[in-house]
């Protein structure tokens, strides 16, 4: 069993940063790939970025490419995604997941097996 527990989602202005974390325990926590999910009202979950186990691999959807920064801190047990230039488009309730054994930085929903509740961003315009 894994736990996952995001913070850091709140409201902010268009243009902003914030810094969203997932703390997580159960199964080691070094030994998976880590991702973020988000999903906007009336829409699907998307892939936003996943990290390696080690920290070193990473993968980001198009639209936050060069805006947003994935990292993980091993020793601490937690899942980072720091959020710049922030946009109303990126308004959604944002997850962290934990990587099946076996995959590896991985943009499908299906390749995670544990999923945190949720935190909510909102970017006012």
């Known amino acids: 069993q894994v736990q996952l527990v995001e913070s850091g989602g709140e409201l902010v202005q268009a243009g902003g940063s914030l810094r969203l974390s997932c703390a997580a325990s159960?199964?080691?926590?070094?030994?998976?790939?880590m991702g973020w999910f988000r999903q906007a009202p009336g829409k699907e979950r998307e892939f936003v970025a996943a990290?390696?186990?080690?920290?070193?691999?990473?993968r980001y959807t198009g639209p936050v490419k060069g805006r947003f920064t994935i990292s993980r801190d091993n020793a601490k047990n937690t899942l980072y995604l720091q959020m710049n230039s922030l946009t109303p488009e990126d308004t959604a309730v944002y997850y962290c997941?934990?990587?099946?054994?076996?995959?590896?930085?991985?943009?499908?929903?299906?390749?995670?097996?544990?999923w945190g509740q949720g935190t909510q961003v909102t970017v006012s315009s």
């Open positions: 997941a934990a990587g099946a054994p076996g995959y590896y930085v991985s943009a499908k929903r299906d390749d995670y097996d544990y």
């Open positions: 159960g199964r080691a926590f070094s030994s998976n790939s």
């Open positions: 990290i390696s186990p080690s920290g070193i691999g990473t």
